[in-house]
């Protein structure tokens, strides 16, 4: 399969977030991942506790990470929706207690635009969606108003359904092309190019 060519400027290796640049030109960036979930895939349960969360953050940091991205939702396969209010009860305090304590940039790891809009209130830079922007139809416009960082994450059917019977033909190509029409909407809708990330999705 032959891919076009995407066209590399000064912006290649740049993420603009809402207040800040991030680089990557001279190394991969690391995202910590802070689970305020009872029951994700490697730590659901351990976190549930905010001050537990913003302690482990913390350690997240000394560690190395460059992005703390903050989920208050299961996306493991059949895992169980939780509604806005519960999501934001989750994470609105951890969001607001990592950046009182440190100056690494949060991302907010949801599908619903209420609640990323209550994450970027108390202090995230990011919307990190698995649904490419396409889960709730308030978030694009949510993302363009504030200015945030985006990951438009690629997905094949939802965490309920992702495992039923999986099926590409062309794997590669397939999520490829995903991501270029992702891109495509999230530049149409009125995105800037150095705000969006893209992520195949690959766990």
């Known amino acids: 399969m032959q891919f076009d060519r995407v066209s590399l400027d000064s912006r290649a290796n740049v993420w603009r977030l809402r207040n800040r640049t991030l680089t990557c030109d001279r190394r991969p960036l690391v995202m910590g991942i802070v689970n305020v979930t009872p029951d994700s895939f490697s730590d659901g349960g351990r976190f549930l506790d905010p001050s537990a969360a913003i302690d482990h953050a913390l350690q997240l940091v000394a560690d190395g990470a460059d992005i703390l991205d903050v989920g208050g939702e299961s996306t493991r396969p059949y895992s169980t929706p939780v509604d806005a209010a519960e999501e934001r009860r989750r994470t609105e305090a951890v969001v607001r ?10 991302s907010i790891d949801t599908s619903k635009a209420s609640v990323a809009a209550a994450a970027l209130d108390a202090g995230a830079e990011i919307i990190n969606d698995i649904t490419g922007l396409t889960g709730d139809p308030t978030m ?15 997905m094949q ?5 992702m495992q039923d019977d999986p099926r590409y033909d062309d794997v590669v190509a397939e999520i490829h092309a995903y991501l270029a029409e992702r891109r495509e909407a999230l530049l149409q809708a009125g995105l800037e190019r150095d705000r969006i990330c893209l992520d195949p999705g690959i766990g």
């Open 157 to 161: 059917g939802t965490p309920q359904t």
């Open 140 to 154: 694009l416009d949510l993302a363009r108003r504030t200015q945030a960082g985006v990951c438009a994450m690629h």
């Open 97 to 106: 207690g990592i950046r009182e304590r440190t100056s690494v940039p949060v």
